[in-house]
Antibody, heavy 123, light 107 residues
Framework: EVKLVESGGALVQPGRSLRLSCTTS????????MHWVRQVPGKGLQWVSG????????AYAHFVRGRFAISRDNAKRTLYLQLNGLTAEDTAFYFC?????????????????WGQGTLVAVS | SSELTQDPAVSVALGQTVKITCQGD??????AAWYQQRPGQAPLLVMY???NRGPGIPDRISGYFSGNTASLTIAGAQAGDESDYYC???????????FGGGTRLTV
């Protein structure tokens, strides 16, 4: 069974930093690209960032503006998202999600497994 | 603003067929994926690629592409289909991923 578990969400003051983690099991982590998607409570889904299977290629949504950094540790089967310079507009649930394509170097919009999310509140 | 446009809300009578659409220039060269999200739950992949169903998705749900529009058709709508539905695709550069604003389906 594929499992993705996010952690690291917290209530923080504007301008502060957080590091989110996504620990995984049940699949060959180093075969798949991974993503972060966020959702303001009551609002729509917003893709944040993605990283290919070996970490050689990363991409960010335009709103990130250099503040966030995605990374992965394949030995630990863990995905990370470093959040810097947080603002109230970053308040949201942050989900990690597994890309459906095996060994792809190009990110796809198809995520076949999701975690339950971790809440980042900036106030 | 989203590069993919969805109707905010659609309704369908029980047992009838409904189509949910997603429009965007990037769809002329990129496939869409569709997600179902119930309140308080993580999204569930419904359709992806060239009309492939996600794991466990019944064949009464299908996808279609034409020009700059992707559509998700649900036949024989059931109460359990009542959810928010989101489309996603690559952006016009092909490098990033974007979501549509979502459609709330009422059955």
């Amino acid at each position: 069974e594929v499992k993705l578990v996010e952690s690291g969400g917290a209530l923080v003051q504007p301008g502060r930093s957080l590091r989110l983690s996504c620990t995984t099991s049940g699949f060959n982590f180093d075969d798949f690209a991974m993503h972060w998607v966020r959702q303001v409570p009551g609002k729509g889904l917003q893709w944040v960032s993605g990283i290919d299977f070996d970490g050689g290629s990363v991409a960010y949504a335009h709103f990130v503006r250099g503040r966030f950094a995605i990374s992965r540790d394949n030995a630990k089967r863990t995905l990370y998202l470093q959040l810097n310079g947080l603002t109230a507009e970053d308040t949201a649930f942050y989900f990690c999600a597994k890309d459906i394509l095996v060994g792809a170097t190009r990110l796809s919009p198809s995520f076949d497994s999701w975690g339950q999310g971790t809440l980042v509140a900036v106030s | 603003s989203s590069e993919l446009t969805q109707d905010p809300a659609v309704s369908v009578a029980l047992g009838q067929t409904v189509k949910i659409t997603c429009q965007g220039d990037s769809l002329r060269s990129n496939f869409a994926a569709w997600y179902q999200q119930r309140p308080g739950q993580a999204p569930l992949l419904v359709m992806y690629g060239q009309n492939n169903r996600g794991p466990g998705i019944p064949d009464r749900i299908s996808g279609y592409f034409s020009g700059n529009t992707a559509s998700l058709t649900i036949a024989g709508a059931q109460a359990g289909d009542e959810s928010d539905y989101y489309c996603a695709s690559r952006d016009i550069t092909g490098s990033l991923v974007v979501f549509g604003g979502g459609t709330r389906l009422t059955v």
